[in-house]
């Protein structure tokens, strides 16, 4: 069974450019969440999506916006990039997040961006 | 709003031994916790859930407790291994999205 999918895994951008992250769930699974990841922050909620509606949304600027497709399928775009925006970025799905013994999140092995 | 506080930040044993790592959480209420494993530069490796009305889970040479009401969890460790050198995170589920604590970063020296 796959895991969950994350592309690109490194990126390099330049100030005021935009990114687009992709994120393909482990098979069946419907909740897709976002996090990032900076050395000072430690992992911090970004949004969650759920049969493609965004359900929690972190404390993040409207920069930051994400969407689910109908396979389950979530991207997340950072517009009008900073360089504090340089970080790992983590995708995660999970099966029921709504019941205890489904909500055991997998994640994916992250997007690198560096903003220059 | 719930806090997730993990230690120590940083712990080096020897090879073999056994080892506790910590996490407090500030609100009981919550659905479930995990434990994650993370090595530098990749993404978080689920290695236990407990749900809410349980109160250790196994796995191998891991286990996990959970006390609600404490707002406490252990991860044990036996005869640990230079391979579990990595980033040990926890992360609690409630009415609010999973939050994380900062990570207890684990060295098994040979």
């Known amino acids: 069974k796959a895991g969950v999918t994350q592309t690109p895994r490194y990126l390099i951008k330049t100030r005021g450019q935009q990114v687009t992250l992709s994120c393909s769930p482990i098979?069946?699974?419907?909740?897709v969440s976002w996090y990032q990841q900076t050395p000072g922050q430690g992992l911090q909620f970004l949004f969650e999506?759920?049969?493609?509606?965004?359900?929690n949304k972190g404390n993040f600027p409207g920069r930051f916006s994400g969407r689910q497709f109908s396979n389950s399928r979530s991207e997340m775009n950072v517009s009008t990039l900073e360089l504090g925006d340089s970080a790992l970025y983590l995708c995660a799905s999970s099966l029921d997040p709504d019941r205890s013994d489904t909500g055991e999140l997998f994640f994916g092995e992250g997007s690198r961006l560096t903003v220059l | 709003k719930q806090e997730v506080t993990q230690i120590p930040a940083a712990l080096s044993v020897p090879e073999g031994e056994n080892l506790v790592l910590n996490c407090s959480f500030t609100d009981s209420a919550i659905y479930n916790l995990q434990w994650f494993r993370q090595d530098p530069g990749k993404g978080l490796t689920s290695l236990l859930l407990?749900?809410?009305?349980?109160r250790e889970q196994t796995s191998g040479r891991l286990n996990a407790s959970l006390d609600k009401s404490s707002g406490r969890s252990t991860l044990y460790i036996a005869a640990s291994q230079p391979g579990d050198s990595a980033t040990y995170l926890c992360?609690?589920?409630?009415?609010?999205?999973?939050?994380f604590g900062k990570g207890t970063r684990l060295s098994v020296i040979a």
């Open positions: 992360a609690v589920s409630g009415n609010t999205p999973l939050v």
């Open positions: 407990i749900q809410s009305s349980q």
């Open positions: 098979s069946g699974h419907r909740s």
């Open positions: 999506y759920f049969s493609e509606t965004q359900r």
